[in-house]
């Protein structure tokens, strides 16, 4: 939630040049977009943050009636036509009493209590509800292959873990929608996103890295798997989940075959023509000792994060969820980037930093000749 606030504070002191661009915007999501057979009126909790534009303005681009709840803080690049009304998760919900919609969906809440009230509101108001989970869920991740017959655990046994507190959390707002919503309930949920317009510097390292070219600390295992989803290919499924009248738990897990660290930098370089050069460093202890833990879609598979990048997606691809090819992902980031403000370009918060990763490379260099 933090990073996601901090990217949208930055957002604001671009607010004209949004809204500006929001033509092209949509006239981008729009392109080869075919419009749905039967419009519904939609309400997004949100709309403003990552997921939230690419969906609303597919489902604009569908023919979809679209409503968004926010409290009206931030600026988003929107289609004009979407309705906003104005509003606070934290129980000032007065603007959705006496309206109807077809389906919500809500990929602004982490807390349960949130869940609850907009849940219990809407209930006979609204036909689904679709709760945008995590994969977090099924933190620890002691065993690989997880899939959705697997259940969360909704009490926290170690308050200090975040990775616990933030799985449970959204296990517990889960468990709300369904209580409300019984077998209307969507939940799907992503790993980790991806694409355009992300909040974090987690990804958009690996685009911004490769295409500073030279030599390059790539870490983990040869055979460590990784997984991630573009937020196009996230956000437009689950509009054509509520198109479809699906309901049911979903994980939107991606990419659809096995996909290695080696294989994904591979590829990532291709698409972008980067004439980096790869020191592997596939020592965890020493990648740990150097703090480095994760480089996104990478990261240590050990203990009760083994089988985080192994989630099955069998049941999402067998529902319509589809994939973009990573070359695409990996240009549409680099792409974006320099949009993003100046001062988070400028001090991102890259897991590896030039410093880190100098400092690492030269560790290893060393460790080697001896």
């Known amino acids: 939630m933090t990073n996601r606030r901090d990217f ?26 075919t419009v749905a057979r039967a419009p519904i009126d939609l309400l997004v909790f949100g709309g403003t943050g990552f997921i939230g534009p690419h969906l609303v303005r597919y489902a604009v681009a569908r023919g979809h009636r679209v409503t968004i709840f926010t409290r009206g803080r931030r600026q ?14 934290n129980g000032q919900l007065g603007a959705l009493i006496g ?13 349960p209590e949130w869940v609850r009230q907009s849940a219990q509101l809407l209930k ?25 017959s697997v259940a969360p655990h909704l009490e926290v046994a170690d308050p200090k873990d975040g990775s616990e507190t933030y799985g449970v959390a959204k296990a517990r707002c889960e468990h709300e929608v369904q209580e409300a919503f019984g077998g209307r309930a969507i939940v799907v949920r992503p790993t980790y996103i991806v694409g355009p317009g992300d909040t974090t510097d987690r990804f958009p390292y690996w685009p911004v890295r490769l295409a500073k070219g030279g030599e390059v600390l790539a870490p983990g295992r040869r055979d460590d798997p990784v997984q991630l989803i573009d937020v196009r290919d996230l956000s437009e499924w689950m509009v054509r ?28 370089k291709a698409a972008i023509g980067s004439d980096a050069t790869f020191t592997w460093i596939d020592d965890y202890a020493f990648l740990a000792a150097h703090q480095i833990d994760e480089a996104i879609p990478w990261a240590r598979l050990e203990g009760n994060d083994d089988g985080m990048m192994s989630i099955r997606n069998d049941k999402a691809v067998a529902s319509g969820l589809t994939f973009r090819p990573l070359a695409a992902t990996v240009r549409d980031t680099l792409a974006w980037w ?16 030039p410093e880190k990763e100098a400092e690492a490379l030269a560790a290893w260099h060393a460790a080697v000749r001896q």
């Not at 699906?246 to 991606?254: L, M």
Request: no cysteine; proline share 6%.
């Open 8 to 33: 949208l504070k930055g957002s604001i002191v671009l607010g004209g040049a949004l809204l500006s661009r929001s033509a092209t915007a949509f006239a981008d999501a729009a392109a080869g977009v």
């Open 76 to 89: 988003a690049d929107l289609p004009n036509e979407v309705v906003r009304l104005i509003g606070d998760r």
């Open 99 to 111: 309206k109807r919609w077809d389906a919500v969906v809500d990929d602004s809440a982490t807390n």
């Open 241 to 268: 989940l509520l198109e479809q009248q699906v309901t049911g738990v979903y994980n939107a897990v991606g990419p659809k075959e096995r996909l290695t660290m080696p294989a994904f930098l591979e590829q990532a």
């Open 124 to 148: 006979d108001s609204t036909r689904q509800y679709l709760f945008t989970s995590s994969t977090g869920v099924y933190y620890p991740y002691r065993k690989r292959g997880l899939d959705e």
């Open 338 to 353: 320099p949009s993003v403000p100046e001062a988070r370009r400028a001090k991102p918060r890259f897991a590896i930093t």
